[in-house]
């Protein structure tokens, strides 16, 4: 009768790290995949002050106790690893050499596709799978998290040894530290002449970062993504922290997965890459996401090719989707339409009863804002991944004298229903990887409405805080 501390922790919408927190404060020391048993799962959901009842019949997403799979079933399975770290540090850089790196020549002439992670295989003679999240960046990550979804085993923490420790490293090292997550140092750039590898463990030591040359106990590894010294390395190190992490899932049974990337695509539809949790998931499954039901009709690997099935950490695109989901969302297969329309309808009851909850809360900030300058926004962007982490980018730069008011955010071409609410609301649009469609541009020229386009969110933060420090003038 166990569960695990993230399974506990979806079923309270309490964030994993918050648990493993409280349990570390009640003597226990765990991480959020490790499972605890009844009395102590008891106890905590007392201690966030919940009530225990019984999981309804359902819920299918809110794994019961004898859900959890037994440990004869489970296997070993790859590693899913995040890269983090400043920007222009070296985080694209370095996912792109590690995956040319490990293309084998039977990979269809090395084409590989953007779905948002992909998985390599070692060409060691073992032939062991790693699988990347190729969204770097520590927005997405926390977002997930916000979600629910702890995808990410081992953070790849990217420092420039020109460079140094910048303001994104340190975000990144505690935001992996809140999820609990062990992490690696990977010192870029160490090919160029002015790199200083040292100074970078050095000052790592200032965050509690202590690696191993330091007599430490996290890996770091000197690297250059642009030369390719020291990724084997990497990657060896990435295993070996894999392999004292016993990562096991059963393979065998209804696959759960999580979402990572989901967007409208022109000629497919919905489509979603996720990321197989546990189970396999083949052609042909019926399935819940967020609150839509669906069924598989194709699955895509990150080499553009169909395959029927995937595994445990296998990332892989699926078509057949009711709806665009969220990033974070789970994915579940169920036995048939008829249980995936129920579940599905569950769950929207559920999101309802959510969002009527939370009203008050609103009211409260709407009373408190009578002062404060709202700087209102629209926001469309190409994947959903994007939108999410813009929409916290930018309500990270809300202050007590001005707040970001995103409107309205969603995935997808600029609208005219965009356009009419921009105007409205005399807000700027804000497109990432998006323009508007024809009809939309006739109406941005005739109301005159203010459009700004990015590809670099971190120039999108950098001119908008620019633009609300504008709009308070100088006397603030
Ligand atoms: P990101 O913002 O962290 O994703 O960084 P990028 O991967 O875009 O890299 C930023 C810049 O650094 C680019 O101009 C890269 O070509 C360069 N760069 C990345 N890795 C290395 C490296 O190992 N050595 C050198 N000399 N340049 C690198």
């Known amino acids: 009768e166990a569960i695990t501390v993230q399974e506990l922790a979806n079923r309270m919408a309490e964030k994993g790290a918050d648990l493993v927190k409280a349990l570390f404060n009640m003597g226990m020391m765990v991480t959020v995949n490790q499972t605890i048993d009844q009395d102590t799962a008891e106890l905590l959901v007392e201690e966030f002050g919940h009530n225990i009842t019984r999981v309804s019949e359902s819920d299918v997403d809110i794994s019961t106790e004898e859900d959890v799979d037994p440990e004869e079933t489970l296997k070993p399975r790859p590693p899913v690893v995040t890269i983090m770290g400043h920007v222009d540090h070296g985080k694209t850089s370095l996912l792109d050499a590690l995956r040319g790196a490990n293309v084998t020549k039977g990979e269809a002439g090395g084409i590989t596709q953007h779905i948002g992670a992909y998985q390599i295989t070692t060409k060691g003679k073992e032939k062991q799978k790693v699988t990347f999240l190729d969204t770097p960046g520590h927005e997405a990550f926390t977002q997930m998290r916000q979600r629910g979804a702890n995808v990410t085993d081992i953070v790849v923490l990217v420092v420039a040894a020109d460079d140094g420790i910048m303001p994104q490293t340190i975000e990144a090292i505690n935001h992996t530290k809140a999820a609990g997550v062990p992490m690696i140092v990977a010192i870029n750039k160490c090919d160029k002449p002015e790199a200083n590898p040292q100074k970078v463990r050095e000052r790592l030591l200032e965050h509690e970062v202590i690696v191993e040359a330091m007599s430490g106990d996290v890996q770091d590894v000197e690297v250059s993504a642009k030369t390719g010294a020291g990724l084997d390395d990497l990657l060896e190190k990435i295993l070996l922290q894999a392999e004292l992490m016993e990562l096991k899932a059963n393979p065998e049974r209804f696959a759960e997965a999580t979402v990572v990337e989901a967007q409208l695509d022109k000629g497919r539809g919905p489509v979603a890459t996720v990321l197989v949790n546990r189970g396999t998931l083949k052609r042909g499954d019926t399935f819940v996401v967020g609150t839509e039901s669906g069924r598989v009709r194709a699955l895509i690997d990150d080499h553009g090719k169909q395959v029927k099935e995937a595994g445990p950490a296998t990332p892989v695109e699926v078509l057949g989707l009711g709806g665009v989901p969220q990033a974070g969302d789970m994915l579940t297969v169920v036995e048939n339409e008829q249980r995936a329309r129920e579940v599905a309808q569950y769950r929207q009851e559920k999101a309802t009863e959510k969002r009527t909850a939370l009203a008050p809360t609103n009211f409260d900030t ?41 409107l309205h955010a969603g995935v997808g071409a600029i609208t005219e229903s965009d356009v009419s609410l921009a105007n409205a609301s005399k807000a700027p649009i804000i497109g990432f990887n998006v323009r508007p469609n024809a009809k939309a541009r006739e109406l941005v020229k005739r109301d005159n409405v203010e459009m700004k386009y990015y590809d670099v969110i971190y120039h999108l933060t950098e001119e908008i805080a620019k633009e609300m420090a504008g709009e308070l003038g100088p006397e603030r």
């Open 366 to 406: 709407m009373f408190n804002t009578s002062d404060v300058v709202e700087f209102p926004v629209l926001v469309k962007a190409d994947v959903q991944g994007s939108v999410e982490a813009i929409n916290s980018a930018l309500h990270n730069l809300s202050n007590d004298l001005i707040k970001v008011r995103v």
